[in-house]
């Protein structure tokens, strides 16, 4: 049979990522205009990098919603075999930022390997799951080689050192193992042998504990959280409930830093207030429960793992992104996907999308009409029933 | 379609699928947890505290900044000024932004200023994004410190009270405080009417610390408070002061105060006092001597209150001019019980006298019987008719009602006493109050110093009307009165005030100083008051010398040369007497030998000439060639002088120029 997608593609999911994808265009130009203008004299100098980074997402997507996943099950080997290479070659002539390597650049285009190895090891651990079936349960045969990757990827992108990014690989390959039905046990020494490792790596860089300690400090207390999380608040709180309206943020003129990146909720929260943010989280929540619905209905476990893995993946960014810019959680230097400036993350959480969107066409959510009913047809967008003469 | 389902999907192990969607809900679970949990924050923090941090947020972002009202111009009543405002600069900084230059600055201004280098950092180290570096210092400093070259430093000018004339009616003028505000005087009296009201402008400011250039600031503009005009005459001011000094130095004595009113308004002229001081320097004096006297202290009056004894007994028809009285020889002892008796001493001796001749020789023991004859109750009557005991409710703050006892309070002997004027406190202005009751045809008006209130466009808000108290004595008591103090002034005490071809009517005074519980010895307050032209009278004037130590003492030998000096250039040297009635510029015609010999000072005037847009070295040569004295501020191209062209100036006045550079470089926060 032809491996196109049998069934419509989930809709909310491809309405609720392009217009996240859309508004990000506003939102970005808003937080970065006198960024861009301080820094390259032109205000919009910004907004057009980012438009350039959407319309690749949005080709990204149509992409990969088009190749059959469970062609992917081939390929993931080969792909988190060259998310190593990249991580290496990034580590070896990467160029820094903020005092770590991050970027691989090939003359003009960089990109950050670590965006690109998150999807390669969360997909090839789904391919191993199917793989191994039973011996998934077996501590040699099945855990300890998906462990490896694991480590491997981890420690790589630590090493940056890109401490939250390579914590968050790690913590979604965890919830991956788990839906992959790896044992509990196996899971919880995982965690125990983790804790030294994690006490000596907090210890190893100053800024990290600082980080940290600053949290925990200002938790509860009157006292300011560190300055960026506090400027973020601020911003939340100054939009209130219905905001102060496009381009009238304030936080976002150098008193918020990286308003356009990692903190972009929160001027999505000053310039479009209450409503804004509940809208964009909104959309997350939407992405979420019909990532899980499309898992429920996948055809396949492959399909079933995958799905959970990307939707997992889009909505802890998201979750933990605003929990940072919210106050809640330590800053750390995670982007929320499709909103912040970044192109790495955009693309790569585009394609991610796509392939989700290719498994939720195989399943029978939207089944593509065959028959014509007995007294009147389904339209083609499946909604409207109209009467046959 | 179901082929292709059976090729491609593996069959699922039912405990595995059962296992799994566990795991899966759990996972779900988790996640909607952590999306409830993000939810509940952004309302925490969007709706419940939302205007705590949108406070926060806008301090951040939003300072207000003050621009001070200037105070309204104080004028004479002619438009002298008085006080004015001049531009001072005040120098802030906004420690983010001035960081970088944070040594560059303190070392600026500790060459500028002489104060140590640490002072400022230290300054500069606040956390608060706005500090005073200097505060209110003079403008010549903007061209010291070049503010291009530092960041982060702003200017704000600060409009500052200047006054005008120095030593010039400094305590009847007062001061302002270092905000700005009434501290004494007329300053605090029209202070509400001076203030105006301050103006703000709020700047929004990035986290850079740089003005948002594209947004619209909300601004108040100040709003110029009101302009006061007196009813002094700069003129008349001047001369009676130049008149005090000298008279004060002639006797070597402590102090001194004159008052000159208009009899028919009741409107004060001038008001000098010895030690003067200068308001532009107010906080230096003491206390003492910055009280405006004439209102806030008591005296006793002498014989100066004798107005009242005689008053009563004409009034009430007790006493004719011509009714002779026995004077004692000089020595009167007034029995006040069987065993004790009182004196009463006259200077001038004499036997049977009339009552005229009486007040002219100012006799205590003629008065004392004339005020048996009128009796406690029609004495006392009088005395507070003439406003003895009441304060006269001139516009000026600080003024004491003065002491007149009831009758039923009075010894046996304080009827006698006060017929001399002791056993009553007055102020000099009620004393001048008084007589010029007499000048007005009996009628005593209330006396008044505001003569109009202007706007900041000098429109009239509002202007001061004479005001009639009460009808004293009859206009034909008033006029036997004052041909009484003519005689006094032409045969008795009052000699030294005479001037020839003008009818002055006076009175003289000499008390002895009551300190500590007794009458000091050798410590006399020497007073002349008198009234002229006679017959219609211009101008009242009070003359009060405070311990004459010269040797003389006497009212008539101490203060009546002073009220002649004064009368004498009023007379000659100013157009007060002339300016209602010229039949007077005749009689002063028949004069020609009246020339002070103690014209030491120039009041010629002038016209200032208009200086605005010349270049501040022709601005001063050209007020320089009009003899008066120019005082700049800033440099490079005159935009405002104070007093403006065409005001009509006493040769030797201040100018005041404010200058600024031709391309202005200054970061104004006062346009």
């Not at chain 1, 943010?277 to 997350?284: A, C, Q, Y």
């Not at chain 2, 699928?17 to 309302?43: D, E």
């Not at chain 2, 001139?394 to 002791?422: A, C, Q």
């Not at chain 2, 007499?438 to 008044?448: D, F, K, S, W």
Request: proline content about 4%; hydrophobic content about 45%; charged content about 20%.
């Amino acid at each position: 049979m032809s491996l196109e997608h049998k069934n419509h593609i989930d809709l909310s999911i491809l309405i609720a990522v392009l217009s996240l994808m859309l508004l990000s265009l506003g939102v970005v130009y808003s937080a970065s205009a006198s960024y861009a203008q301080h820094r390259a004299g032109d205000s919009e100098h910004m907004l057009i990098s980012h438009s350039v980074k959407v319309f690749l997402g949005i080709i990204a997507l149509f992409i990969f919603m088009r190749v059959d996943y469970r062609r992917l099950q081939g390929l993931t080997k080969f792909a988190v075999v060259l998310a190593v290479v990249l991580l290496f070659g990034t580590l070896l002539l990467g160029g820094e930022a903020k005092g770590a390597t991050r970027w691989l650049r090939f003359s003009s285009i960089g990109f950050q390997p670590s965006e690109f190895a998150k999807y390669a090891l969360l997909f090839h651990l789904c391919t191993l799951f199917n793989k191994k079936g039973e011996d998934i349960k077996d501590f040699k045969k099945g855990f300890l080689p998906m462990m490896v990757w694991i480590g491997i990827i981890t420690l790589l992108v630590m090493a940056q050192p890109n401490f939250s990014m390579g914590a968050m690989i790690f913590i979604l390959s965890m919830i991956v193992l788990y839906i992959g039905n790896v044992r509990f046990k196996h899971l919880f020494l995982t965690f125990v042998s983790m804790l030294p490792l994690l006490t000596i790596y907090m210890l190893s860089a100053e800024y990290r504990l600082k980080r940290v300690m600053d949290f925990i400090n200002g938790f509860g207390s009157d006292a300011k959280p560190d300055y960026q999380a506090w400027q973020s608040i601020l911003g939340f709180g100054n939009g209130g409930i219905f905001g102060v309206g496009p381009g009238e943020s304030k936080q976002r003129d150098f008193f918020l830093p990286e308003s356009y990146g990692d903190f972009v909720f929160s001027i999505v929260g000053e310039e479009y207030g209450f409503i804004g943010t509940i809208f964009f989280l909104g959309l997350f929540f939407l992405i979420m429960y019909r990532g899980f619905k499309i898992a429920k209905h996948s055809t396949d476990p492959f399909g079933r793992n995958l799905a959970i893995s990307i939707t997992i993946a889009i909505t802890m960014y998201a979750l933990i992104n605003a929990s940072v810019t919210l106050g809640i959680l330590p800053t750390t230097g995670l982007p929320m996907p499709f909103v912040s400036y970044g192109g790495s993350s955009m693309v790569f959480s585009a394609a991610a999308i796509g392939v989700l969107l290719n498994i939720s066409a195989q399943t029978d959510l939207h089944p593509r009409v065959r028959e014509i009913p007995l007294v009147g047809s389904i339209d083609a967008d499946g909604l409207n029933i109209r009467k046959v003469y | 379609m179901n082929e292709n389902i059976e090729h491609t999907t593996p069959i699922f192990d039912v405990a595995k699928l059962k296992s799994n969607q566990f795991r899966v809900r759990l996972l779900r679970i988790a996640v909607g947890i952590f999306f409830i949990v993000v939810g509940l924050r952004i309302i925490h923090i969007q709706i419940v505290e939302s205007e705590k941090y949108r406070k926060i947020a806008q301090k951040q972002y939003q300072s207000k900044v003050v621009l001070p009202s200037p105070r309204g111009i104080l004028y004479d009543r002619n438009g002298n000024i008085l006080a004015s405002n001049a531009t001072y600069v005040s120098f802030a900084a906004d420690p983010m932004l001035a960081a970088e230059d944070a040594q560059a600055i303190a070392k600026k201004f500790s060459q500028a200023f002489g104060k140590h280098k640490n002072h400022y950092l230290n300054e500069l180290k606040s956390e608060s994004r706005f500090v005073w570096l200097e505060r209110f210092v003079d403008a010549k400093y903007l061209n010291e410190i070049d503010l291009k070259k530092l960041n982060g430093v702003v200017v704000r000018r600060e409009p500052k009270r200047l006054y005008f004339n120095d030593q010039i009616a400094g305590q009847l003028i007062g001061s302002t405080n270092i905000d700005n505000a009434g501290l004494a005087g007329i300053e605090k009296q029209f202070d509400v009417e001076f203030k105006g009201t301050d103006g703000y402008v709020v700047f929004q400011r990035d986290g850079l610390g740089r003005a948002r250039p594209s947004v619209d600031y909300p601004r108040v503009e100040p709003k110029k408070g009101n302009n006061i005009y007196l009813t002094i005459d700069l003129k008349l001011q001047v001369i009676a002061e130049k008149a005090l000094k000298k008279g004060i130095e002639d006797n070597k004595a402590e102090g001194g105060i004159i008052i000159v009113l208009q009899p028919r308004t009741g409107e004060i002229l001038a008001i000098a006092q010895h030690p003067n001081i200068n308001p532009n320097h107010f906080g230096k004096y003491e206390p003492d001597h910055q009280r405006l006297r004439a209102v806030t202290d008591l005296f006793e009056p002498g014989s100066v209150f004798k107005i009242v004894t005689a008053s009563a007994a004409l009034e009430h028809r007790l006493v004719k001019p011509d009714k002779m009285f026995y004077a004692e020889n000089g020595l009167y002892s007034v029995p006040v019980t069987s065993k004790k008796s009182r004196k009463i001493v006259d200077t001038h001796k004499a036997e049977w006298i009339t009552f005229q001749e009486a007040v002219e020789t100012s006799s205590n023991i003629v008065m004392a019987k004339v005020s048996d004859i009128i009796g406690c109750e029609r004495f006392y009557k009088m005395a507070r008719d003439y406003g003895f005991g009441i304060a006269t409710n001139i516009d000026f703050p600080g003024e004491l009602n003065g002491m007149l006892k009831k009758p039923i309070d009075w010894w046996s002997t304080s009827l006698n006493t006060l017929s001399y004027g002791y056993e009553v406190g007055a102020t000099p202005l009620q004393i001048a109050c008084a007589y010029a009751a007499v000048a007005n045809n009996g009628i005593l008006m209330r006396p008044y110093i505001l003569k109009k209130e202007t706007d900041a466009s000098n429109q009239i808000v509002r202007e001061s009307q004479k005001q009639q108290i009460r009808s004293v004595i009859s206009s034909e008591t008033a006029e036997v009165l004052t041909g009484l103090f003519e005689g006094a002034v032409e045969r008795g005490t009052g000699t030294l005030a005479k001037i020839q071809g003008i009818r002055i009517a006076g009175k003289t005074g000499t008390s002895k100083k009551y300190v500590e519980g007794q009458y000091e010895k050798g410590n006399y307050v020497a007073s002349f008051i008198g009234f002229f032209p006679a017959e219609d009278p211009k101008i009242v004037c009070l003359v009060m010398i405070d311990k004459p130590q010269a040797g003389a003492y006497y009212g008539g030998t101490v203060s009546a040369p002073i009220f002649k000096a004064i009368a004498e250039q009023i007379i000659n040297t100013t157009d007060v007497l002339s300016r209602t009635k010229n039949v007077l510029a005749k009689k002063i015609d028949h004069v020609p030998s009246v020339k002070s010999k103690s014209d030491t000072f120039n009041s010629s005037a002038g016209i200032v000439p208009d200086v605005r847009g010349q270049s501040l070295r022709r601005a001063i040569e050209i007020l320089k060639m009009g003899m008066f004295e120019p005082v700049v501020e800033g440099s490079g191209i005159v935009i405002t002088q104070v007093p403006e062209a065409g005001t009509y100036a006493t040769k030797g006045m201040k100018i005041s120029l404010i200058c600024q550079p031709k391309q202005s470089t200054v970061l104004s926060l006062n346009r």
